[in-house]
């Protein structure tokens, strides 16, 4: 058995003497499994990532169960501003010696000191380091060690105050005990099972279709040495030990350098992933169960597959016979797997729009991976079952169908990949252009020029406040406003009492003066509220009643297409009220003021630092702010999506050129015998365009057809309208044609040369 492996590995790379042809095949077949390892062993860490992250979450929870002989550190969580993002600080302050210290901390800050994580302190680094230390009070002395993160992303800081602040926030504050609840494991949620199962078809399908297709080139050449070996005596047995070891070598080759590209990528994954993604290297940990598959999966698919293609093959002495003639495609199985994939997805019309049910999402993700899997195996029996009933044309256009109705299989099944990853590209960017047409559509109030800035505070901290934003440079005008609710039975409408500059800044109310009062209503219309009405306030320890107030007749009705947030409000001016107290409630303080509206935010931002989590600063169209942020993130999916869907077309593209290259070799003999009888060398490149084209085009039309019966259940279960981006759609499809005709002008100089007749005298 030994002297057969060894065989097999000196034929697979040319006994010494590897011709181009061998070489070019081994690549290819060792790029496809490379590629293959390369995404499998990412997703085999995924588990380990995520579990990770899990269990360091668990390790730094609050645990506020007295314990005996611990003295409760004091705590107090609230969110600071970071632009775009928000980082999570604590204020702790330890009772006695005895109080616990959060994991990843060697010691508790003391009071004005600020101790960050990792990522935190990454931001306060760069560019826009002062404006982000400017929302942050005390001054940083240390960083948050990775045990007291749960990701590498996480935004976390915590400040050391005295006591006696906390104590003050009574209700609001914690008593910890001790940190870390016992970790359970993950579990595996209808919602992660819907994201998880249709992605990893969409990510392996084409590459596993990839690794079999490979491993299968070359096989006349590899079918006539294998008759050459059985001349000189070798058994059935024997050659296929042979022929296995043969297709070892390009699968030990690509595994290597799988794991070689995966242990790079490992190094610098925490600079490479897009979206802003963080995570540490030492969490992309695949499992060892999972890497014995992989190891023992990829390689043996390749062989696997080899041998598979010799199963109707009888290799003679003299020559290599294939059983009859071919065998039509059974269309069963192909059409049970799309079938179930349509009818798990139909199933989901039962549910009502806009539900979450679990059974809907089970429905939709093994529907979905059903579905794509149906679509691949469909391919070559649609492009069989077409060829079948195609007839005369044109000279080329019959060369082309003579040969895909002899063996149309391998390009479909090339294609077969594309499809898979174009489907899923179809359903992904329909599912975010739809949910991300619903969002951000409202405009930025006029008003928010005026008064550029805001400051977040309590009632009780309203005049202090006021006190020290007026003070800080730049500033013209203080205008704070108050939010309440005002209730009428069981009507509410949620508004805010403030002069005319802070109302500007909620909606684009026209004229105003005090005693006004305003109703936005949406774009469809509302009747405003009448009689009267309780004022409504908000504390630590509940809603808090006011006096009633009469809605004047007067009260004027805006349109709210250009308010800064949706739905009913009431904005009143405070002379409106004729004096009425008002219940204490969270207080908006708008800033007006001169230069640029970033530089004011960070003077105000440093002026209430010393009220730490009582007062925090933001630009007033913050909002506006987080929707820029959100429609970069879908432009940069939608970027991403198409890289993806390029580089997996770009593969596809290979082997089609390594399958037409091995044609034009194979039928040398054909192609030099017809350019010897004067048909021109056009017609035969249009004959290969046309070969190549047909099963692209059909998988194309399959792919579009399978996008769109995946993104519609998805989007009716959202509640969304369905919205396609024709753009993406007509990229993909260019790239696709493109794509066929570079495949189709590389193999012009090798079909050139196939056609001398030099090369017909000597065969």
């Known amino acids: 058995m030994m002297r057969e492996l060894a065989l097999g590995l000196r034929l697979a790379v040319g006994g010494g003497r590897m011709s181009g042809a061998a070489l070019l095949r081994l690549a290819m077949t060792a790029f496809g499994i490379a590629l293959a390892v390369a995404v499998l062993l990412p997703a085999a860490a995924v588990h380990h990532l995520v579990g990770a992250q899990a269990e360091r979450k668990a390790a730094i929870t609050q645990i506020t169960q007295p314990r005996a002989g611990v003295a409760p550190l004091l705590a107090y969580n609230w969110y600071a501003s970071l632009g775009e993002d928000f980082a999570q600080v604590t204020a702790v302050a330890p009772t006695g010696p005895s109080s616990p210290v959060p994991p990843g901390l060697s010691r508790l800050p003391a009071p004005g000191e600020l101790v960050v994580s990792p990522e935190l302190a990454a931001k306060l680094a760069g560019p826009d380091g002062g404006s982000f230390k400017a929302q942050l009070p005390g001054r940083v002395v240390d960083r948050i060690s990775r045990e007291g993160v749960s990701g590498a992303g996480d935004l976390t800081a915590y400040y050391g105050v005295p006591a006696a602040q906390i104590e003050a926030e009574g209700a609001d504050s914690r008593k910890v005990y001790a940190f870390g609840r016992p970790y359970t494991g993950l579990g595996l949620s209808a919602l992660m099972l819907g994201i998880i199962l249709p992605t990893a078809a969409v990510l392996l399908l084409p590459l596993l279709i990839f690794v079999t297709t490979a491993s299968r080139m070359g096989a006349a050449q590899r079918e006539r040495r294998l008759a050459a070996l059985r001349l000189l005596g070798l058994d059935s047995p024997q050659v296929k030990r042979i022929a296995a070891a043969e297709s070892l070598v390009g699968a030990v080759l690509g595994l290597a350098a799988g794991i070689g ?3 790079l990528l490992r190094t610098f994954v925490a600079d490479i992933l897009p979206f802003g993604l963080r995570i540490f290297p030492e969490d992309l940990v695949p499992s060892w169960p999972l890497v014995v598959v992989i190891v023992l999966l990829v390689p043996g ?24 003639k071919p065998v039509r495609r059974r269309m069963w199985w192909r059409w049970a797997l799309t079938t179930i994939g349509v009818l798990l997805l139909a199933a989901t019309l039962a549910f009502e729009r806009g539900t979450g049910d679990t059974p809907a999402a089970l429905a939709l993700s093994v529907g979905s991976v059903f579905l794509l899997v149906g679509v691949a195996a469909l391919l070559p029996w649609l492009v069989e079952r077409l060829v079948e009933r195609l007839h005369g044309g044109s000279p080329s256009w019959q060369l082309a169908i003579r040969r895909l109705q002899l063996d149309s299989g391998t390009a479909s099944r090339v294609v077969s990949g594309l499809v898979v990853v174009l489907a899923g590209t179809i359903l992904i960017q329909g599912v975010i252009t739809s949910l991300a047409s619903e969002d951000n559509r409202q405009a930025t109030p006029h008003g928010v020029t005026a008064a550029p800035v805001q400051v977040q505070t309590t009632a009780a901290h309203e005049a202090e406040v006021g006190k020290l934003v007026a003070a800080a440079p730049g500033v013209t005008g203080v205008h704070p406003a108050r939010t309440l609710m005002f209730r009428s039975g069981e009507q509410r409408d949620y508004g805010m009492v403030g002069d005319c500059v802070a109302l500007r800044v909620q909606a684009d109310i026209g004229d105003c003066s005090d005693g006004d009062a305003f109703y936005l209503t949406p774009a469809q219309g509302g009747a405003a509220p009448t009689g009267k009405v309780v004022l409504q306030g908000y504390s630590r320890t509940g809603d808090v009643n006011g006096p009633e107030w009469t809605v004047p007749g007067t009260i004027r009705v805006v349109r709210s297409d250009d308010a800064a947030k949706s739905g009913q409000s009431l904005l009143v001016t405070p002379g409106a009220l004729h004096g009425l107290a008002l219940p204490a409630s969270s207080v908006a303080v708008y800033v007006s003021g001169t230069g640029d509206p970033q530089a004011l935010t960070d003077d105000v931002a440093r002026a209430v630092q010393p009220l730490a989590w009582n007062a925090t600063a933001t630009k007033s169209d913050y909002l506006g702010e987080f929707r820029a942020r959100d429609q970069r993130l879908v432009e940069s999916f939608r ?28 039928r040398r003999r054909p192609l030099a015998a017809l350019s010897a009888a004067g048909v021109p060398i056009g017609v035969l490149a249009r004959g290969a365009l046309w070969q190549t084209g047909i099963p692209v085009v059909v998988g194309v039309v399959l792919a ?57 005298r000597s065969e």
């Not at 080899?306 to 009859?324: S, W």
């Not at 037409?660 to 070799?665: D, G, L, N, W």
């Open 261 to 263: 590209f995966f242990a």
């Open 639 to 666: 970027a991403v999506l198409i890289t993806a869907s390029l580089f997996v077309l770009a593969v596809a593209a290979m082997s089609l050129l390594m399958l037409s290259i091995e044609q034009i070799s194979e």
């Open 704 to 760: 579009v057809a399978a996008g769109l019966g995946l993104t519609a259940p998805i989007l009716r279960l959202a509640d969304r309208p369905m919205i396609i981006d024709i753009p993406v759609l007509l990229t993909l499809a260019a790239t696709t044609v493109a794509a066929v005709l570079v495949v189709t002008a590389l193999t012009m100089p090798l079909l050139r040369q196939v056609t001398r007749l030099d090369t017909l």
């Open 301 to 324: 698919l390749a062989v696997g597959s080899a041998l598979f293609g010799l199963r109707r093959t009888i290799v003679e002495p003299l020559g290599v016979v294939r059983q009859g």
